[in-house]
């Protein structure tokens, strides 16, 4: 099971859970703590740990990794995990998400220095009644923001699903009622995004949780064009040589659908990961 | 072990987010750029000196091409493999 259903008690996925959308939730204020931009109260510890993590990798000492790795994944197993969504998830979040706006997307800001200054160039959503308060941190939102409407979200939505990004939605935190603090679900590229890179590179689960679902090819429909291959972002989609079909490892499949929706000829379904015992307990 | 190692000129590369010449270039995207103030209501001005800082993100990634190296225009950064 999903540890983010286990922990937020819901019956189906926990995102699609319209109790955890409510107008009313905000992040819960620790007691006697002082509110900070982006819950960026622990960020201090993540560099510093990441840089350990680096450095370990770097010097290849493996029993250095293997420490700061755990304490980075427990780091953001509490303060700020992700998880893959498909575009359909994507379109649902939006009927309940209120209110919703693009903004820029800040890890290409941290690792490429790409500066998104208007509508046409956010590539991140911002969910949720904290998206009220942009203006109070506008080195956040470099640019600004645009409040959008669901049918323009869904439409900003394909956009970015066409031009081939992952999606993935972000909590920061515990809300009120303990729920999660939905906060952002953002378009996602290796190697400029980050919880992506932490994920595939240095193998930190809980900063990047894979989706609900992983895709399943009909071979009797593919045509073996290869656009899923070149659209798949983690590697786990393969052209077979002998049968000339994709072929697609589901244990490295997160479930991000940029398959499904690319395939021409509709080959591919996404099918719930609960669905297949193996499955089950590949987050 | 011998590994990658990257040394910044802090003193010499002042306004990186401007610039953004290694960030864009490096294959590996092994650097991050951060800003170094937070404030209520601006905006950083990432021409202003020291707004913003250069960092090695993952400097274990770094395959020592020089790159960024050649194209630093204030010739800040070092690169070596020992």
């Known amino acids: ?283 | 072990m011998a590994h990658q190692r990257i040394e910044i000129d802090h003193a010499k590369c002042t306004t990186p987010y401007a610039c953004k010449k290694c960030l864009q270039i490096c294959p590996m995207a092994v650097f991050g750029v951060a800003p170094m103030k937070m404030e209520k209501f601006k905006e950083t001005d990432e021409n202003e000196p020291g707004a913003f800082k250069l960092r090695v993100a993952f400097g274990d990634k770094c395959i020592v091409c020089n790159e960024c190296v050649e194209v630093c225009p204030v010739h800040a950064l070092t690169v070596t493999y020992a």
């Not at chain 1, 955890?20 to 703590?33: D, N, T």
């Not at chain 1, 780091?75 to 992700?82: A, H, M, R, S, T």
């Not at chain 1, 049968?243 to 395939?263: H, P, S």
Request: one cysteine or more; a negative charge; charged letters at 25%.
């Open chain 1, 1 to 283: 099971m999903c540890e983010f259903c286990e922990k937020f008690g819901t019956e189906d996925i926990w995102y699609l859970d319209p109790k955890g959308h409510g107008r009313q939730l905000y992040r819960k204020q620790v007691a006697g703590g002082r509110y900070v931009p982006e819950a960026i109260s622990y960020r201090q510890r993540r560099e510093e740990l990441m840089g350990l993590v680096g450095q370990a990798h770097m010097e290849k000492d493996q029993a250095k990794i293997q420490e700061y790795s755990q304490a980075l994944d427990q780091l953001y197993k509490e303060n700020e995990p992700c998880q893959v969504v498909p575009l359909k998830d994507c379109y649902k979040l939006l009927e309940y998400a209120n209110p919703i706006a693009s903004m820029s997307c800040i890890c290409r800001k941290q690792t490429r220095a790409l500066d998104e200054r208007n509508a046409d160039e956010y590539s991140c959503m911002g969910l949720g009644t904290g998206m009220f308060k942009w203006e109070r941190w506008p080195e956040r939102y470099r640019g600004g923001v645009q409040f959008l409407s669901e049918q323009q979200g869904k439409e900003w939505f394909d956009k970015w699903d066409k031009a081939g990004m992952v999606h993935m939605i972000m909590v920061y935190g515990t809300a009120s009622e303990g729920r999660p603090f939905i906060g952002g679900l953002c378009n996602c590229d290796y190697p400029d995004c980050i919880p992506l890179r932490i994920r595939l590179d240095y193998g930190i689960q809980h900063v990047l949780l894979k989706g609900h679902y992983v895709a399943i090819p009909d071979y009797d429909l593919c045509t073996g064009c290869g656009t899923c291959v070149q659209r798949c972002q983690f590697g786990a989609i393969k052209m077979e040589v002998t049968t000339q079909k994709a072929n697609i490892d589901v244990f490295k499949c997160f479930g991000c659908g940029l398959c499904e929706t690319g395939c021409p000829v509709e080959a591919i379904t996404l099918e719930r990961r609960e669905k297949y015992p193996a499955l089950r307990e590949e987050w």
